[in-house]
């Protein structure tokens, strides 16, 4: 009962009921039952006091007392519990009962009482007076009745006053009281019993319905009220059912919702953050640490807000809502290119609701805008040097000022060479093209990689030696597994990096090929003692028309190195590069073992196969329960 407010409240209200019924019944009662016992008494005490009255005097002795109204003043206050006086019109009183002795000044007040109820009643003539009377040294009230003697004559003569207690009379009035305190006590407790039980089958169904709004209160919407009281708690319990199931049903679209929005907002590739109108992050991604080029480890250190704060970020949202237009920003930092694109969040009333930011890295796109045009700039490059040196030749000799044979043979020999390097240029373009298109099919198969190799040596060697280069080799004696390749291509790459490191490498220089093996591929090497590669050009070596020189002033086509990174990407190879500045540089091409790649193939088969083998087998039973 300690948490059930509504017993309590109904069992203090019955409480408050009775006890306020008891009170107003007592006052009530005490208020009309004085007046009430008054009238009684007097119709008691009237019939007495008109008996005295006429038989208080002998008939044939007026002025004396008989003797049976002497005895009956004389024992009235043990006989009734009052005293009767007789008062003569002329002599006063001439008798009455016996007093009591306390208080002393009882009597003398009861006379002086006596007397002027006398001289009221013959100064009224009236047949009978009735009088009330508190005396402040007794604290009691006296009843007085007073009824004239008359003669034969029917004048008066004297009067007879009964004087009665009300003590007697507030005896009765307590014992009454006191009667309807005791019965209110006991309807009280006989009472309490079934109103509380109805209070309890009242609340109990009131505390399955707060259970139940607590339970929703922390989102638990499965509990359910008791539904089969009647009338409108029954009501009140189907309704707070139908709002769980509804709020439930709501719930969990809202969930729903709000996983699909996060897995959508965590599957982009951007960076997203979206703030309320005072600035705070309601949703963002992990990507948007990733676009900084920020790593998990310091996510897990931060927070969104302090992100945008440290950054800076958080005054283009607040330009962004202020303004009510979106925002657009490209941030470089760290050699990237980030464009932030805040766009404010308003509502049906134009009222600022927030604002969402799209980060994205768009250095890529910034390098590959930047290749498109150098591609551009360097294809033009390339292909007017040559017609440039074409129509150098061919003005003089189509305008007659070439008039030496010799001359003539020589312009035509430099225009055979232009001719040539501009047919190389558009073969390696178009050759670049369809690798990277996909178009080139290639057959695989299992390679001696060093006979490869000492092929190349062997086609090579004189031609290294022509420039003035040494040609060293290393790993052809050495017992390399086979490769899987394709024997065609790995020489054009080799060709290409061989050409790659004379083109680079001054008179005097050293050329290494060597042949090597590691845990999963074998290798083959090309260095040199050439110039080397300055750092930040590692990166574009293999891009297309890059060359060292940044005049362009070679003369390859810049398309080499892309070539043979396109074949070796297309194989399944692996092409890197190490260099130095004024030392040298070490072209690495990895192929892997054939054992390995049919090992692979194998695996694969043979999974094949038992899926195949499985499904006929499959069929089969099932055609068979058929």
Known sequence: MKNRFLVRRIFSLLIAAILLWTILTALFYSYVANPVFTRVKARELLPRALFISDHVYERGCPGEVSDFCIDLINNSG?????????????????????????????????????????????????????????????????LVISVPIVDSNNLPMGSTIIVQPSKEMYVGIQSLNFALLTSSLI???????????????????????????FAMSEGDFSQRADEEQEGEIGDLARTINKMAEDLSESFQQLSAQASSLKQIIDGIGEGIVAVDRFGNVTQHNDRIFGVFGLDRHYSAQTTPESFLKASRIDTFFRQAMESKEPVKYVISKDYRHIQVIITPLLTGQGAINGAVGLFRDITQEERLEQTRRDYVANVSHELRTPL???????????????????????????????????????????????????????????????SIVQDVVDGYGATIEDHNLRLETAGLDGNCPDIWGNAD???????????????????????????????????????????????????????????????????????????????????????????????????????????????SIRQLKDVYDSIEDGDAWFGEHNSNEN
């Open 78 to 142: 043990t006989l009734f519990g009052n005293w009767i006086y007789i008062v003569d019109d002329h002599e006063g009183i001439c008798r009455h009962s016996p007093l009591p002795d306390e208080p002393p000044e009882l009597a003398s007040q009861l006379s002086h009482i006596v007397m002027t109820e006398h001289e009221e009643l013959i100064l009224q003539g009236s047949e009978h007076r009735l009088g009330e009377h508190s005396l402040a040294g007794s604290g009691d009230r006296f």
């Open 187 to 213: 309807v009280l407790v006989i009472m309490a019993i079934p109103v509380l039980i109805a209070a309890f089958r009242i609340t109990r169904p009131l505390e399955s319905m707060r259970q139940v709004a």
């Open 388 to 450: 440039t040196a074409m129509r150098g030749l061919l003005e003089p000799l189509t305008e007659g000022m070439v008039t030496s044979s010799e001359d003539q043979q020589r312009y035509h020999e430099i225009l055979l060479r232009q001719t040539m390097r501009l047919s190389r240029l558009i073969n390696d373009m178009l050759e670049l093209s369809r690798i990277q298109a996909g178009t080139t099919h290639y057959h695989q198969e299992r390679t001696d990689l060093t």
């Open 489 to 599: 291509r790995i020489e054009q790459i080799m060709i290409i990096l061989i050409d790659n490191a004379m083109k680079f490498t001054p008179s005097g220089g050293v050329i290494t090929i060597a042949v090597g093996q590691t845990t999963d591929m074998a290798y083959v090497s090309i260095a040199d003692t050439g110039i080397g590669i300055d750092t930040e050009d590692i990166d574009h070596i293999f891009d297309r028309f890059y060359k060292e020189d940044k005049a362009h002033k070679g003369s390859g086509t810049g398309l080499g190195l892309s070539i043979a990174k396109e074949i070796s990407d297309q194989l399944g190879y692996e092409l890197t590069v190490q260099s130095e500045r004024h030392v040298g540089s070490v072209f690495t091409l990895y192929i892997p073992y054939a054992d390995d790649v049919v090992r």
